[in-house]
Each structure stands twice: as C-alpha cells, then as structure tokens.
C-alpha cells in the first residue's frame, strides 16, 4: 500500500494542520503556533532524510554517524524539555544508559542484523521512546520538587542528604514516565496495530514475522526506558538535570 503523492495529498495534510491548530487555540489549550511549526519541520525534515537516508544506507561508517546524529537530537531535545537549556549533557546520559547496552546485545546476538536498513529504522525507535521517557521523568519528578516544596525542605532539616531528600519526593511517581509504553504493550494488537508490524506487513513479511519483530521492539522498549527513567530520576536527585533556579 501506497500513498498517493499529488495535490490531494497536499490538501488533506493542510486541512489537518489547520483543524489541530484551530483546536487547540479555540479551545484554549495551548498556542496554535507549535501545531505548525512542528507541522512544518515534520515536512522539512522528512524530505531531507528522504534523500540522505539513500547515501546513509551505502555505508556501515555512515549508519553509525546517523545513529549517532539522532541521539544528539533526543538529548538535545530532552535537555530543552527539562531544564528548558539546549546544552545539558547531562540529558545524554539517560538515553545512552538505556539504549546503548539493548541495541548492542541485538546487534550482538544477531537477533536485530547488522544492516544498515535494519538498524537505522529499530535504532530510531529505540532511541525515541528513551528520549521520550527521559523527558517525561525529568518533568515530573522538577514538577514533584516544586510543588512538595515544603516537604523537601523539611527532609533538608530533618538532616537528611540533599539527594536523598530529593530521592524521598520523586521516585514515587517516577513510574508514571513508563504509562505510555506499558499501555501500548498491553494493547499491541487489540487496539493498535504499531508502525513496526505494519510496515513488515506491507514490505512483503509474514503476520509470524511482523508479530515477532514488534514484540522485540515492545520488550526493547520497555527494558530501555525503565532505565532511562531510574537514571533520570537520580540525576535530577543529584542536582544534574535541574534548572538553575531549583534548589
């Protein structure tokens, strides 16, 4: 199955990116700006690796150099969603905890080959949801610290570290960071049918194959963002990935 590239395609991407801008600002629940914005970086960015993603594939050198680019990527982009700072590299740390071990026993055991066209796209995935669970933890656990403020405060007093105290505030709600990737475990096939198992199923692979790769990529996921989370959890503990303006 293909989509069919022309003006109709054009018309319905600009009738949705104008439905959910006019949403969300009519709605009040946000600006429409970054509906567009994101919108139209989405367009950028797609078509720029639509054609570099052909030279990326010629080479093994240049798939690691790719890898390596989308993971700057996600830990610029966490480092901005929780410090609201671009050069955080602390943010770096979570990810490579989580996704480096994982994708090298794949690529080790064979179970994920070493081609180009495989590793990039499972790489991709793998590197998204630790970035995701990163940033989602990271949140949480500032927003737990400014709003059990007093409760901080008096864990200070009572003489504990100040990692501690900060360890007693967030860690309990940590495992909120995991919702989204355990919900889509547990409904993988009963109410989402995930990138991954469609695309094998459109590429020419079997159901066995498509199921048996996105339950890969689905167990992947949830061993690299629980540690992603407990890694952030304790850099935001230890005073690491914290604005400056927090205690």
């Known amino acids: 199955m293909n989509v069919v590239f022309g003006w109709q395609l054009v018309a319905v991407l600009v009738l949705l990116v104008a439905a959910a801008a006019a949403v969300v600002g009519v709605g009040r629940i946000g600006s429409w700006r970054p509906v567009v914005t994101a919108a139209a970086r989405?367009?950028?960015?797609?078509?720029?690796?639509?054609?570099?993603?052909?030279?990326?594939?010629?080479?093994?050198?240049?798939?690691?150099?790719?890898?390596?680019?989308?993971?700057?990527?996600?830990?610029?982009?966490?480092?901005?969603?929780?410090?609201?700072?671009?050069?955080?590299?602390?943010?770096?740390?979570?990810?490579?905890?989580?996704?480096?071990?994982?994708?090298?026993?794949?690529?080790?055991t064979r179970v994920v080959p070493t081609h180009p066209i495989a590793v990039i796209p499972i790489a991709g995935i793998l590197i998204g949801g630790a970035m995701t669970a990163t940033s989602l933890a990271g949140r949480r656990a500032l927003d737990e610290l400014v709003s059990r403020r007093g409760e901080y405060e008096a864990a200070l007093a009572l003489g504990l570290r100040t990692a501690d105290a900060a360890r007693l505030i967030v860690r309990p709600t940590a495992g909120q960071a995991l919702v989204p990737a355990l919900d889509q475990t547990r409904t993988v096939g009963l109410?989402?049918?995930?990138?991954?198992?469609?695309?094998?199923?459109?590429?020419?692979?079997?159901?066995?194959?498509?199921?048996?790769?996105?339950?890969?990529?689905?167990?992947?996921?949830?061993?690299?963002?629980?540690v992603a989370v407990l890694i952030t959890v304790e850099l935001v503990a230890a005073r690491k990935l914290r604005p400056v303006e927090l205690p």
């Open 42 to 108: 989405a367009v950028a960015q797609l078509a720029a690796v639509s054609l570099v993603i052909v030279l990326v594939l010629k080479s093994g050198w240049l798939t690691a150099g790719f890898v390596l680019l989308m993971f700057s990527i996600a830990a610029w982009t966490s480092a901005r969603r929780i410090t609201k700072a671009r050069h955080s590299r602390w943010a770096a740390v979570p990810i490579a905890g989580g996704v480096a071990p994982i994708l090298a026993l794949l690529l080790a």
């Open 191 to 226: 109410v989402t049918l995930p990138g991954t198992f469609v695309g094998i199923l459109l590429g020419g692979g079997s159901p066995v194959q498509a199921g048996a790769t996105q339950l890969l990529v689905l167990v992947a996921l949830l061993a690299i963002e629980a």
